[in-house]
Nanobody, 122 residues
């Protein structure tokens, strides 16, 4: 699976962005899909995940502000980010991994996109 993340940019605090993760090679419905981010000086962290069966989960710091969805007809996953905060500034990565119960751990993912930078100004 090849993944291409896009949609990052500069936005003011309180604004919105929608990230896309376009997949090619194999259908994403067969995989757990995840969004991770790495903020400057910090380790990569889990943001959101969509299980192969369709259920989504989010890290606590983004609940209520960020949603994730997938369009299997376009083989694309999305991350809709609203009410962005400066602490959301990071490089965001999408990932795909084998269907299974573990999808919050980066080690559970096999394929990674190149990352897209989100910068939130205060």
């Amino acid at each position: 699976v090849q993944l291409q993340a896009s949609g990052g940019g500069l936005v003011q605090a309180g604004g919105s962005l929608r990230l896309s993760c376009a997949a090619s090679g194999r259908p994403i419905r067969n995989y757990n899909m995840g969004w991770f981010r790495r903020a400057p000086g910090k380790e990569r962290e889990f943001v959101a995940g969509i299980r192969w069966s369709g259920g989504a989960t989010f890290t606590d710091s983004v609940k209520g502000r960020i949603t994730s969805s997938r369009d299997t007809s376009k083989n694309t996953m999305y991350l809709q980010m609203n009410y962005l905060k400066p602490e959301d500034t990071a490089v965001y990565y999408c990932a795909a991994g084998p269907a299974g119960p573990y999808y919050r751990d980066s080690d559970s993912y096999t394929y990674w996109g190149q990352g897209t930078l989100v910068t939130v100004s205060s």
